[in-house]
C-alpha cells in the first residue's frame, strides 16, 4: 500500500511541474491573444487588465486596414515555402552522402560540418550582406532565401534517419541495376515522409519568425515580411502594443494549424531520427 501511495504520490508531483511548465509557455501566447482584443487604454493599464471590458474585432479591421497585410503575408508564405523546399532537398541530398556514400575523409568532413554549429549566426551575417551587396540581390526574394538553401541541422536530422534504414532495401535495389542517384529518389526518400515532415515544420516555423536577416536586406515596403511588418508597426511616439498582438496572433494562427496537423509525424521525424548513429 505504501508503495503504491509513493508511486502516486511521485506521479502527482510529475503533473504538478508538467502543468506548471506548460502553463509558464502557454501564457506569453494567452496575454497576446487576450491583448488583441483591447483597446489602447487597457493595453497599458496598470495595474494589468487582463480581459478586455468589452470583446470586438477593431483591432483585426484596423491592423488589416493599416498594414499591408496581405503583402506582407504573401511574402512570407513564398519565402517560407521556397526555402522549405530548396532546404529539404539540398539538406537531403547531402545527408544522403555522408550516410551512404563510402569517400576518403567522410567522417572528417561530417566531423568539421557539425563544427560549424558552434559558429554564431550573427558572425556570417557580415560576409553574407556582402556576397548579397556584391550579388545585386539586396531587397529581393533571393536575398532572402539563398543564403538559407542549406542547413547542418537539417543535414545532421536526416543523416541520421538515413543510417536507420535498412542498408539490405540499397543493396537489393543496386543488384537490380539502381543507380545511387534512382536508389536514393525511389527507395530510400519515400520511406522519409516523417524525417521530411519534420524538417520542414522545423524551417518553417525558423523562417517565419526571422527577423533580423530579412531587417538586413530588405528596403522596400513591398518586400517586407510579416515580422519586420509588425516590428515597424511601432510608431515613433505611440507605442501600438494592442495592435502589435493583434498583427501577432494573425501571423501565428498559420504556424499553429500547421503544427496541429503535422504534430504526430513531426513527433515521430524527430524521435526515430536517434535509432542509429
Not at 54 to 75: A, C, I, K, P, S
Request: with cysteine.
Amino acid at each position: 500500500m505504501n508503495r503504491r501511495m509513493r508511486f502516486s504520490a511521485g506521479k502527482l508531483v510529475v503533473h504538478i511541474v508538467l502543468i506548471a511548465g506548460a502553463a509558464t509557455m502557454l501564457l506569453p501566447f494567452l496575454w497576446m491573444v487576450l491583448t488583441s482584443f483591447k483597446t489602447y487604454e487597457e493595453a497599458v493599464a496598470i495595474p494589468i487588465q487582463w480581459f478586455p471590458k468589452q470583446w470586438n474585432l477593431d483591432n483585426y479591421r484596423e491592423v488589416l486596414d493599416r498594414m499591408n497585410f496581405g503583402r506582407y503575408m504573401l511574402n512570407t508564405v513564398f519565402v517560407t515555402a521556397v526555402t522549405t523546399v530548396v532546404q529539404t532537398f539540398f539538406c537531403a541530398i547531402t545527408a544522403y552522402g555522408f550516410a551512404r556514400l563510402r569517400f576518403p575523409g567522410r567522417d572528417q568532413m561530417f566531423f568539421c560540418f557539425l563544427c560549424l554549429v558552434m559558429v554564431p549566426s550573427q558572425m556570417l551575417m557580415i560576409p553574407r550582406y556582402v556576397m548579397m551587396v556584391n550579388f545585386k540581390w539586396i531587397d529581393s526574394y533571393l536575398a532572402l532565401i539563398m543564403p538559407h538553401y542549406v542547413s547542418i541541422y537539417g543535414t545532421f536530422l536526416l543523416r541520421q534517419y538515413f543510417m536507420a534504414l535498412p542498408k539490405e532495401l540499397e543493396e537489393a535495389a543496386r543488384i537490380d541495376g539502381c543507380s545511387y542517384a534512382r536508389s536514393f529518389s525511389h527507395i530510400l526518400c519515400p520511406l522519409m515522409g516523417n524525417a521530411f515532415l519534420a524538417l520542414g515544420i522545423y524551417t518553417i516555423v525558423f523562417n517565419w519568425n526571422d527577423l533580423l536577416w530579412p531587417l538586413l536586406v530588405i528596403d522596400s515596403e513591398k518586400m517586407r515580411v510579416l515580422s519586420v511588418g509588425i516590428a515597424a508597426m511601432r510608431e515613433e511616439h505611440v507605442y501600438t502594443r494592442h495592435l502589435m498582438m493583434t498583427a501577432g496572433v494573425l501571423s501565428t494562427a498559420p504556424l499553429i494549424a500547421i503544427f496541429v496537423l503535422g504534430q504526430k509525424k513531426f513527433i515521430n521525424g524527430i524521435a526515430l531520427s536517434g535509432i542509429k548513429g
